[in-house]
């Protein structure tokens, strides 16, 4: 039998999203709510009310009698209802108009079939750069852009534009997804006998995650988040909680991913019984038009972290953080955190461990950049004495730094109390400017001071950190 399906579409979700599905539950059971409307199937309803088009005048005519504005589309597939029930000039005919209990207060339009064509392409799923492109060839709408031939817009933009060419061509594949209350799901199975090796488990664990991801797809949703239960021979339980940063189905990653973290912490004992929940997150979209930035997947990332983890150990891999501390190192690696592979720009720590001089301090700066790049600084409001005045402001930037491992031995020439000459086997030159010194532990509660250090600056140029130790004198990094 063939599939029919419906959408109806209201100006204002929040107030009438009861009485749309109050609506759309007269006709079918499978309904959707989406951000602007509501999708059900009517498939089946030929026989009992008649043909699509009369479907769709019934359907008018139960939000008229509701007294609910909106748009109304019935068609062969659901992105083609959609699309139809979206569009900005609903047509109603006389026949329609008949349906209508008060065709004169018409609170509601009936979209017709033949005006799919006439469909903007801005309201397919395409990237943005692709659109621009499509709108400068002079494509328009859904009927310009089915004349272009289909095997070079799939060699331009690649196989994912398939999806595209079935939604112009009426004949896409995508399916009503009831609303669920749930937020999770979960499964569990008791060995017959215990296991002693996790790595056996895996066959089972493919099994499992294969039913979940069942249920998880069927609802609609993806998960990034899984939650993995033992309990042992001894009646104990050991529990590791699994997390990407992004949603997947992909069953050989997670398994990679659970190995990988069993691996880290095993346990103890032989294990009676698994227990695996999967939490509904929304899928992640793959928006990768024409000019998109390439970046590297960021499941290949995660893989890695996880290989290295089990390589060098836990606490060797991780995301640096500044201490607001005066150590040797003042910071940290934070196991549990992972880079933001979305391009974000990390903030700032406003606690620096040790003053540092830049050169961006330096007098004429705003003038300097204006000059070099042709940008106006931005401005910042200062009070002076004779009223407010408009400054060029400028973000204090951060050094990096680079630690040398192991540290450089050097010999250091001192006089007057001034560190005046350094040689290294990286290069030997006056030291023209320096500060200090700085004690390397901040802590001096439960640790001695062991190291003094210096920020010096080279002849040749350069900053470097100079650490004395034991009576003897090492470069420990240098400032990029």
């Known amino acids: 039998m063939p599939k029919l399906y419906a959408c109806i579409i209201s100006p204002d979700i929040e107030r009438d999203r009861d009485l749309l599905i109050g609506a759309a539950d007269r006709f079918a059971s499978a309904i ?87 469909i903007p392409i801005a309201e397919l799923d395409l990237e943005a750069d692709t659109l621009n492109v499509f709108n400068e060839l002079g494509f328009h709408t859904v009927k310009d852009l089915a004349k272009v031939p289909h095997d070079e817009l799939i060699g331009r933009y690649g196989q994912q534009f398939n999806h595209v060419i079935d939604v112009i061509e009426q004949r896409g594949k995508s399916l009503i997804t009831p609303n669920v209350k749930e937020n999770k799901v979960s499964w569990n199975f008791e060995l017959n006998n215990p296991v002693e090796d996790f790595e056996q488990l895996i066959f089972l664990l493919n099994h499992g995650l294969e039913r979940l991801f069942a249920e998880v797809r069927y609802a609609g949703y993806s998960t990034e988040h899984l939650d993995l239960g033992l309990t042992l021979r001894n009646k104990t339980t050991r529990s590791y909680e699994i997390k990407t940063s992004f949603p997947t189905l992909d069953r050989p ?10 691996a880290l ?31 590297p997947e960021p499941e290949s990332l995660l893989l890695t972290v996880n290989k290295l983890k089990k390589l060098v150990g836990p606490e060797n891999v991780g995301v640096p953080q500044l201490l607001n501390d005066r150590l040797t190192e003042p910071f940290k690696l934070a196991p549990d955190t992972m880079p933001d592979v979305a391009g974000e720009v990390t903030k700032r720590s406003k606690h620096p461990s040790r003053p540092r001089r830049s050169i961006y301090d330096e007098p004429g700066l705003a003038e300097t950049m204006e000059k070099a790049f042709a940008v106006t600084p931005p401005l910042s409001l200062v009070a002076e004495s004779d009223g407010i005045a408009a400054k060029p402001f400028l973000p204090r930037p951060v050094i990096v730094f680079t630690f040398f491992r192991p540290p450089i031995h050097a010999e250091v020439l001192i006089r007057d109390d001034r560190l005046v000459y350094i040689r290294s086997r990286l290069f030997a030159g006056y030291i023209t400017n320096f500060s200090g010194v700085w004690k390397g532990n901040s802590h001096w509660w439960g640790r001695r001071w062991k190291t003094h250090e210096w ?23 240098e400032y990029d």
């Open 265 to 295: 912490d095993p346990p103890e004992e032989p294990i009676t019984t698994v227990d695996v929940i999967a939490y509904f997150t929304k899928p992640r979209t793959d928006q990768r038009g024409l000019y998109a930035v390439s970046r």
């Open 32 to 118: 959707e709510v989406i951000e602007d409307g509501v999708l059900f199937d009517v498939s089946g309803l030929e026989r009992l009310i008649g043909k699509p088009g009369r479907i769709a005048q019934k359907i008018v005519k139960e939000l008229s009698r509701k007294n609910v504005k909106g748009k109304v589309a019935v068609a062969d597939t659901v992105d083609t209802a959609r699309l139809l029930a979206r569009s900005e000039n609903p047509h109603v005919s006389e026949d329609d108009s008949d349906a209508l209990s008060d065709p004169p207060s018409l609170t509601v339009g009936l979209v017709q079939p033949d005006m799919f064509d006439q």
């Open 455 to 477: 920020d010096i600056e080279i002849e040749a140029g350069g900053i470097y950190r100079l650490c004395k130790a034991k009576g003897e004198w090492f470069l420990v990094g």
């Open 253 to 262: 990653f997670w398994l990679k991913l659970i190995n990988l973290r069993a």
